[in-house]
């Protein structure tokens, strides 16, 4: 059984950084793309960053625009989501997520190619 523990949210000042991690077991980690999306109150969730399983290719939501950088440690079955420059409308809950089958190539940005969950983790940015 798949597991996906996020951590790494808090409450950070607008312009600040923060380090989700995503922490997975039971699945051969070197062989998934990873991904993380977010949703807001009241919005719908949103892509936020995936990476292949080579780690080699990554793709972006439009918003991100340089700010966040996804990354793996195939070592520590853990994929992190550096978020720099953060701004309020930042503010959600973000996810990790596992690709849904082993596959080259990254996946994303829809949420149906991704077939594991974490329970997320709350990053609030204050102005």
């Known amino acids: 059984q798949v597991q996906l523990v996020e951590s790494g949210g808090g409450l950070v000042q607008a312009g600040g950084s923060l380090r989700l991690s995503c922490a997975a077991s039971g699945l051969t980690f070197r062989l998934y793309g990873m991904g993380w999306f977010r949703q807001a109150p009241g919005k719908e969730r949103e892509f936020v960053a995936a990476i292949s399983r080579t780690a080699g290719d990554t793709k972006y939501g439009d918003f991100v625009k340089g700010r966040f950088i996804i990354s793996g440690d195939n070592a520590k079955n853990t994929v992190y989501l550096q978020m720099n420059s953060l701004k309020p409308e930042d503010t959600a809950v973000y996810y990790c997520?596992?690709?849904?089958?082993?596959?080259?190539?990254?996946?994303?940005?829809?949420?149906?190619?991704?077939?594991?969950w974490g329970q997320g983790t709350q990053v609030t940015v204050s102005s």
């Open positions: 997520a596992a690709d849904r089958i082993a596959r080259p190539g990254v996946v994303g940005p829809e949420g149906s190619d991704f077939g594991s």
